[in-house]
């Protein structure tokens, strides 16, 4: 019904900048938040970001003054500006939305497929 595409990872060297972006499309009523979620080796899937569908945003500690989420929602997508990029920010990052795909239906979590971000010398 919903899909989310990824794209902008890749190797980076400490102190860089990457730029993620994530499309969604499909059956689309109504959008509301978004955000960015990543996943270490060895460790459980943690928030990076979220933005509402009026543009508030909250951010994990470790990420704050750093990286930085908006949206597009007239194309339904989502981004993320990470800058001054450390060994610690390597992982799959995933996309989610919580969408609702028709009038009076309860919205429902998607998720992309996830992007590598790999930061290292």
């Known amino acids: 019904q919903v899909q989310l595409v990824e794209s902008g990872g890749g190797l980076v060297q400490p102190g860089g900048s990457l730029r993620l972006s994530c499309a969604a499309s499909g059956t689309i009523f109504s959008m509301y938040d978004m955000g960015w979620y990543r996943q270490a080796p060895g460790k459980e899937r943690e928030l990076v970001a979220r933005?509402?569908?009026?543009?508030?945003?909250n951010y994990a500690d470790s990420v704050k003054g750093r990286f930085t989420i908006s949206r597009d929602n007239a194309k339904n997508t989502v981004y993320l500006q990470m800058n001054s990029l450390k060994p610690e920010d390597t992982a799959v990052y995933y996309c989610?939305?919580?969408?609702?795909?028709?009038?009076?239906?309860?919205?429902?979590?998607?998720w992309g497929q996830g992007t590598q971000v790999t930061v290292s010398s």
């Open positions: 933005i509402t569908s009026s543009g508030s945003t």
């Open positions: 989610n939305a919580r969408v609702a795909t028709a009038w009076g239906l309860y919205p429902n979590d998607y």
